[in-house]
């Protein structure tokens, strides 16, 4: 009897975390409802993205990624930061080992897994952010991204990089380190120190 309760119990907890996390696809990546599904031709994408005011940014996961996990379940999970990317990207979701169809922006035809290498993308969840126009010429997407994030860092710095290629911060003399700095001290998360 006691495993049986022991049993239900467990059922009953994982579904929970399931209706509380976020949604696994069928390629074994979390999923956002928001995400915009593509044929992922970058020059496209960037044109459409720029059509609806938006920009592109390209999030490259893997299956059992923690981080990717985490990414999801934490930070897309916020509504500020869901908010404000809905508001101003266009994300579509790559799977660093995926065989889908990819055209680069120098027109080269390649798989999900083989873009990743040619754009340098070691470490999952990598986001590239694309330029607010396609540029023209040979260059590819690892040439033509105005930054790109590496990771899932705090709620702060994810949301400070998203509104700092937002705000066209790459094209200023505030990095980004210092573009963050400067609005977590205007919102009072840390103290300036008095000289």
């Not at 915009?36 to 459409?48: C, G, N, P, R, Y």
């Not at 396609?134 to 509104?163: I, N, R, Y």
Request: aromatic share 10%; proline share 3%; charged share 25%.
């Amino acid at each position: 009897m006691l495993k049986t309760i022991m049993s239900a119990a467990l059922v009953a907890v994982t579904l929970a975390g399931d209706a509380l996390g976020a949604k696994i696809g069928d390629d074994g990546l979390h999923k956002q409802d928001w995400f915009s599904l593509t044929f992922k031709d970058v020059a496209e994408d960037i044109e459409t993205a720029a059509e609806n005011g938006k920009r592109l940014a390209i999030v490259f996961e893997q299956r059992g990624c923690i981080y990717c996990k985490k990414m999801h379940e934490d930070l897309l999970a916020d509504p500020d930061i869901a908010g404000y990317m809905k508001e101003n990207f266009s994300v579509v979701q790559y799977n660093m080992f995926g065989d889908e169809e990819v055209t680069d922006l120098d027109g080269e035809t390649l798989t999900e897994k083989t873009a990743a290498r040619k754009w340098r993308v070691v470490f999952t969840p990598t986001i590239l952010f694309m330029p607010d126009e396609a540029p023209e010429g040979d260059g590819s997407v690892a040439d033509a991204a105005v930054a790109s994030m590496p990771g899932a860092f705090g709620k702060q710095t994810f949301l400070h990089m998203f509104q700092w290629v937002n705000e066209k911060g790459y094209e200023t003399d505030e990095h980004f380190q210092k573009y963050h700095a400067r609005k977590l001290e205007e919102s009072g998360a840390i103290d300036t120190p008095t000289q």
